[in-house]
C-alpha cells in the first residue's frame, strides 16, 4: 500500500533554532501534502496545503514566515519551523493525496513528529 | 460553516462488547466523503473506513460498519466485539473543497476508547 515516510518521528531544538521535518511518499506521487499540528489530546488542525510546485496555502491564523513549507517534486515535501519557541511544541503530521495513493480514498499520513523546544 | 463534531470526549466498552462512536457533520456540499482514523498513544494515523455521500449502503471493514444517515447528518462507527488493541482515539473527518479547488480533511476532537478486560 501507499506509504508516507515522516522524518524525524522524534526532535528537540533549543529556543531560536529551526527544525526541518521531512515527508516522502514512497510509492507514489504526492500531488498535494497537508501539513496538520496536534497539541496533546487535542484535535489534527490543518496548517497548510501545499502543491508540488507552487506556493503553499496556509490556514486562517498560521503564520506563513515562521512555518515554511516547500513541496518541490511529487515525492517531497518538508515542514520548517523557523525561530522555534516552546508554544511550538506540537505533534506535526503530513498527509498526502496522490495518484494510486492506496484504498485509503486519497490521504495516506505519515507517522508524525513531535517538537519539544526547550 | 462546514464542521464535524464528536461529542463524546471518551468511552469505555468491555471487551467483546460493541461500541458505538458518534459523529455528526455539517456542510452544504451535496459531494463530501467521510472518514473513520484510529490514532494510538504513537500517534500514527490509521483509516478505518469511508463513506461517500452518494454511497447507497453503509460501509463495513470487517468489524468495522459506519451507520450513515444522511438527513441527520450522522456517520457513526460502530466497532463489534472490541478488542483490547482497540483502545485508541478514534477521530471522524471530512473531506471539504478548501483553497484552490483541493480537497482537504477536517477533522472533529476525538473520541478516547478504553476497552476493558
Known amino acids: 500500500g501507499a506509504v508516507v515516510s515522516q522524518h524525524p518521528s522524534r526532535v528537540i531544538c533549543k529556543s531560536g533554532t529551526s527544525v526541518k521535518i521531512e515527508c516522502r511518499s514512497l510509492d507514489f506521487q504526492a500531488t498535494t501534502m497537508f501539513w496538520y499540528r496536534q497539541f496533546p489530546k487535542q484535535s489534527l488542525m490543518l496548517m497548510a496545503t501545499?502543491?508540488?510546485?507552487?506556493?503553499?496555502?496556509?490556514e486562517q491564523g498560521v503564520e506563513k514566515d515562521k512555518f515554511l513549507i516547500n513541496h518541490a517534486s511529487l515525492t517531497l515535501s518538508t515542514l520548517t519551523v523557523t525561530s522555534a519557541h516552546p508554544e511550538d511544541s506540537s505533534f506535526y503530521i503530513c498527509?498526502?493525496?496522490?495518484?494510486?495513493?492506496?484504498?485509503?480514498?486519497?490521504?495516506?499520513f505519515g507517522s508524525g513528529t513531535r517538537l519539544t523546544v526547550v | 460553516a462546514q464542521k464535524i463534531t464528536q461529542t463524546q470526549p471518551g468511552m469505555f466498552v468491555q471487551e467483546k462488547e460493541a461500541v458505538t462512536l458518534d459523529c455528526t457533520y455539517d456542510?452544504?456540499?451535496?459531494?463530501?466523503?467521510l472518514f473513520w482514523y484510529k490514532q494510538p498513544s504513537s500517534g500514527e494515523m490509521i483509516f478505518l473506513i469511508y463513506q461517500g455521500s452518494y454511497d447507497q449502503q453503509n460501509a463495513t471493514e470487517g468489524r468495522y460498519s459506519l451507520n450513515f444517515q444522511k438527513a441527520r447528518k450522522s456517520a457513526n462507527l460502530v466497532i463489534s466485539a472490541s478488542q483490547l488493541g482497540d483502545s485508541a482515539m478514534y477521530f471522524c473527518?471530512?473531506?471539504?473543497?478548501?483553497?484552490?479547488?483541493?480537497?482537504?480533511?477536517?477533522f472533529g476532537t476525538g473520541t478516547l476508547l478504553a476497552v476493558q478486560p
Open positions: 498527509s498526502a493525496l496522490g495518484a494510486a495513493a492506496g484504498l485509503n480514498y486519497g490521504y495516506t
Open positions: 473527518a471530512m473531506r471539504v473543497l478548501g483553497g484552490g479547488a483541493t480537497n482537504k480533511l477536517i
Open positions: 501545499s502543491n508540488e510546485g507552487s506556493k503553499a496555502t496556509y
Open positions: 456542510t452544504s456540499d451535496p459531494s463530501y466523503g
